[in-house]
């Protein structure tokens, strides 16, 4: 009777923050755009859509909309086709990498790997799939691949030597029609493996191939929500938002025109600022990379873009900035000024005294500019900012550090280099001359970002992996050494290797235990710990849920632990097992969930809103110690056993903190129900 009535009043303590953390310890989550619908086919009582690549249903008998991806079946992402066989009563889904699935209407899925994984020496492209009986034919780049869906086996793979557009059976006859080489068929009852019992039967005819219209309909009814599109370039959590930008040139994907885009999450809500303005600026609306949040009303923002600055009040834009009505200037190529189609702004910020500060790429004079609260803008540009008379032209990543200074980097092969800049004292820093320790040269041809750690260090990510700029250095302008950190073997011998070096690092972020979250530009993401020594985790795609090994931007929800993944796939969260430390827990900042531990639950309990590096002890109420161990940040996770590796008993245990200073208390309490 107890523990029932501590359960009814836990469940209301905690029923508010159980809402913002998005799945347990190690969950992954997968935050995917549906909004551009691609295919709809109808299978059963359910209608499947294929929209910006990704897939979801909907289920005529109990109206419910479904979403799928890695994390709940499905064995890829990028989806290029999808179709219901009747047959076989499944839907195949054909992803851009080749590989199959097969889904029945139950949503059980099957992966038919085969042609993934078969190396050829042939254009491997998917270009169409066409249903007949159990069967579905995939058109390729080389001829045709017959796949039984009823076996969930391939069968047959017919090369013609040429590539497939679409193909159809017709009476005794197969048929491959081709944009290049026409119209070709044979007989069903032939050796369709050799080309000769193909013939040419007459040019090839363009299908109509659009979706039912009343599918369609009924489609764009429906809303399973997620952002507006998976251009993730930029991301930065405050506010208990995470804001994220899709313009910008996308190194990875090589595009220089992705239309301008701000999307802002809110726990599972997604707000869109608004990006259809052309006709009243009388400019595209391209390459947003850089926003910043007014600290006096998070609902005024600014964005930059490659056609100028962009004020937003309640995603709404009132104002817009180029050489004409500001001291913002067009960038130079060969000499020549480009005009206002690039005012390129990829760096903002806001420091602690209201005024925000803009970085104004490649121009003939203006770099550094201030925005005055009121509007006013001001010259503060540096000679350090330029090359041969042109400013520079990667510089980006503007952010406040812990000292008030403004640091950036210049993410370009032309001089790159990490600044800080003290906006009280206008005095620039310049970082460009990447020595280490030892004393040896690292060359880099960029730098992608930087972070600032739990020791205000600063890390920067190269094009040779991560580098330090310890506090030590940071006024040595004359002689400032980067520190590679040299991590042991621990083989017997003296030797050490450098930390991630050779890696792209194009994103960093440092979680509330100091750890440090390292993306990278294909080899995925690494985590770090405090004390840089151990790698904990090395997240890819085929070892986890990592959308892509392609990493744009990490950030974290220092509340809950989530981390953020920008890739050039979409955006994805894994809910880390670190937070913020606070400085004196308490009952609005200190929890646990699950809280009650139900029956059957065999996941780990979480306590967060400790203090930083806090000794913590799991006790019974007569104070037996079941368990016991150190806060990550302000994060303790248990995994409900005692000391003996055993499931603890029903019963209240007390969550007791002990802080650097050694002042203790308990700071919580969790229920468990056996």
Not at 115 to 143: E, Q, W
Not at 174 to 191: D, E, H, P
Not at 568 to 594: E, F, H, I, Q, R
Request: hydrophobic share 35%.
């Amino acid at each position: 009777m107890t523990i029932k009535r501590y359960f009814l009043s836990l469940f209301l303590l905690v029923s508010v923050v159980a809402s913002a953390v998005a799945g347990g310890i190690g969950t992954w989550k997968n935050y995917l755009s549906y909004s551009n619908i691609q295919w709809v086919e109808q299978g059963g009582n359910k209608l499947y859509v294929l929209a910006s690549n990704s897939l979801y249903s909907y289920n005529r008998n109990d109206q419910s909309i479904r979403t799928y991806d890695k994390i709940n079946g499905l064995s890829g992402m990028d989806i290029k086709f999808i179709g219901w066989n009747r047959t076989a009563r499944r839907l195949v889904i054909v992803y851009s990498d080749y590989n199959i699935d097969l889904m029945d209407d139950k949503g059980n899925v099957t992966n038919v790997p085969d042609y993934y994984l078969k190396t050829l020496a042939v254009d491997k492209t998917v270009n169409g799939i066409d249903m007949s009986g159990a069967y579905c034919y995939l058109s390729t780049g080389f001829g045709l691949v017959k796949l039984n869906v009823s076996k969930a086996e391939i069968t047959d793979s017919y090369n013609l030597a040429f590539p497939v557009n679409y193909s159809y059976i017709e009476g005794n006859y197969i048929y491959a029609a081709s944009q290049n080489n026409g119209l070709y068929r044979a007989l069903l009852t032939a050796n369709l493996l050799d080309r000769s019992n193909w013939t040419q039967v007459g040019n090839y005819v363009a299908r109509s191939h659009t979706m039912d219209a009343d599918l369609l309909a009924q489609a764009k009814r429906l809303s399973p929500g997620g952002p507006k599109r998976n251009t993730f370039i930029w991301t930065d959590f405050r506010n208990n938002r995470l804001y994220t930008t899709g313009g910008y040139y996308d190194p990875i994907a090589d595009n220089w025109e992705n239309p301008g885009i701000v999307q802002v999450l809110q726990g599972d809500d997604w707000d869109f600022f608004e990006d259809d303005f052309s006709a009243r600026t009388g400019y595209a609306y391209l390459g947003t990379k850089a926003v910043a949040v007014d600290p006096r009303n998070s609902n005024h923002v600014f964005v930059g873009a490659r056609t100028g600055l962009y004020e937003f009040l309640s995603g709404k834009m009132v104002a817009f900035y180029n050489k004409d009505n500001s001291i913002l200037q067009s960038a130079m190529d060969d000499g020549r000024e480009l005009g206002n189609d690039y005012v390129l702004v990829n760096g903002l910020a806001y420091d602690r005294e209201g005024n925000l500060w803009v970085l104004n790429n490649q121009t003939k004079k203006e770099n550094l500019i201030r925005m005055s609260k009121d509007g006013q803008m001001t010259s503060f540009s540096k000679a350090e900012l330029m090359k041969d008379g042109v400013g520079l032209s990667g510089l980006s990543q503007m952010r406040l550090d812990s000292r008030n200074l403004l640091w950036f980097c210049n993410d370009h092969w032309i001089q790159p280099g990490l600044f800080s800049y003290d906006p009280k004292n206008d005095k620039l820093n310049a970082y460009t001359r990447f020595i280490n320790d030892d004393g040896s040269n690292v060359d880099i041809t960029a730098v992608h970002c930087w972070a600032e750690d739990l020791d205000n260090n600063i890390w920067i990510g190269t094009t040779a992996g991560p580098l330090l700029l310890q506090r030590s250095q940071m006024n040595k302008q004359d002689s400032y050494r980067f520190v590679q950190v040299k991590v042991p073997r621990n083989d017997g011998t003296n030797l050490a290797d450098y930390l991630l070096a050779g890696l792209e690092i194009t994103a960093i972020a440092v979680d509330g235990g100091g750890r440090k979250w390292f993306g990278t530009k294909g080899n995925g993401v690494y985590l770090i710990s405090a004390d840089n020594m151990m790698q904990l985790q090395h997240f890819i795609t085929t070892n986890s849920n990592l959308l892509s090994n392609n990493i744009q931007s990490v950030s974290i929800n220092h509340a809950t632990g989530e981390v953020f993944f920008a890739t050039d796939k979409g955006l994805c969260s894994y809910m880390s097992d670190a937070t913020k430390a606070v400085d004196s827990p308490d009952d609005n900042s200190t929890y646990a969930y699950p809280n009650p531990v139900k029956p059957g639950y065999t996941g780990p309990v979480t306590i967060v809103g400790l203090s930083l590096n806090a000794d913590v002890k799991i006790v019974t109420t007569n104070g037996v110690l079941v368990a016991e161990g150190t806060s990550n940040g302000g994060t303790f996770v248990w995994d409900g056993k005692d000391k003996n590796g055993k499931r603890v008993a029903s019963g209240v245990y007390m969550v007791q903190s002990a802080d650097e200073n050694g002042d203790n208390g308990t700071v919580c309490k969790v229920a468990v129900v056996n």
